[in-house]
């Protein structure tokens, strides 16, 4: 099992440009996250998914959007890129049970997303 | 409604205990621990659940006093390996589905 992977790992981007994120799971888990990670602040939730077709927002979701068509990706999408989404983006996944408060979340390595 | 870690930073010796403390201004349903090594994802350590269930790796400890809203994790005897942010991350009634995470604790451990 690759657990959750991210892609790209890096990226650069130009102010207003656009970019989407991608966070594949191969562990069947229901719920899904988007991090960003910024110094001193912590993890951040952006948005966030308890199943397929299904999406929420987390503390900090302007700026951003997100798809979950099928349940395991769920993509995270810049429409016009800022110098202040400069981040660490982590993606999780977390299973659903009847006690799924119980359970853990895997990350996923992470995006390192600079804005220019 | 970002729970508050303490302290920020701490500098160990191997062999020596360490203790790092997470408080919320909401009455918690649930704590999760994560560490995290510099470049790489949070990995999980610990979940304390309100009625005082818990789970986790043998060798790390926690507590959860519902009352005053805090979680304590406890590192004895640390290693090298034990260096690494830790995160609490707060779970409350109703949007257990989500977490909250604080700041971070700096955890620096030396020979």
């Known amino acids: 099992n690759a657990g959750v992977t991210q892609t790209p790992k890096f990226r650069v981007l130009k102010t207003g440009q656009s970019m989407t994120l991608l966070c594949a799971q191969d562990?069947?888990?229901?719920?899904m996250y988007w991090y960003r990670q910024d110094p001193g602040m912590g993890l951040r939730l952006i948005h966030y998914s308890v199943g397929e077709g299904t999406t929420a927002k987390g503390e900090v979701p302007d700026g951003y959007n997100v798809s979950r068509l099928k349940k395991q990706n769920f993509l995270l999408g810049l429409e016009s890129a800022a110098p202040s989404q400069t981040s660490v983006y982590f993606c999780a996944s977390r299973h659903l049970t009847r006690t799924s408060s119980y359970n853990e979340q895997f990350f996923g390595p992470g995006t390192r997303l600079t804005v220019l | 409604q970002q729970p508050v870690q303490s302290p920020q930073a701490v500098i160990l010796r191997e062999g020596e205990d360490a203790v790092i403390n997470c408080s919320s201004s909401k009455a918690l349903y649930s704590v999760h621990w994560y560490r995290q090594k510099h470049g790489e994802a949070p990995v999980f350590l610990m979940i304390l659940l309100k009625g005082g269930e818990q789970k986790g790796h043998e060798k790390i400890s926690a507590s959860f006093n519902e009352k005053k809203q805090q979680s304590s994790l406890y590192l004895t005897a640390s290693q090298l390996s034990y260096s690494g942010t830790y995160f609490c991350g707060t779970a409350f009634t109703g949007t257990a589905s989500k977490l909250t995470f604080g700041t971070g604790t700096r955890l620096q451990v030396t020979l």
């Open positions: 562990m069947n888990h229901e719920y």
